[in-house]
């Protein structure tokens, strides 16, 4: 069984997928000095809205990375 990741980043978003696209993109491994995927999981709350996170963004995410599209 995997380590638990030693932190966990929470994001809940609204009618914000640039914002939020550009958040994730900041939150990953390659933007990190001294972290592997390992070491953290970002799990992403984004709230229905008529600007959700387009699907291939999702289909993108890292493994650490966690996303659900809430009603």
């Known amino acids: 069984m995997p380590a638990a990741p030693k932190v966990s980043v929470i994001l809940i978003a609204y009618k914000m997928a640039r914002q939020l696209e550009n958040t994730l993109l900041s ?12 070491d953290y999981e970002v799990i992403v709350m984004e ?25």
């Open 27 to 38: 939150l990953s491994a390659d933007y990190q000095r001294g972290v592997n995927e390992e």
């Open 47 to 71: 709230n229905s809205s008529s600007e959700n996170l387009p699907q291939e963004v999702v289909d993108r995410l890292p493994a650490n990375f966690a996303y659900t599209l809430r009603e």
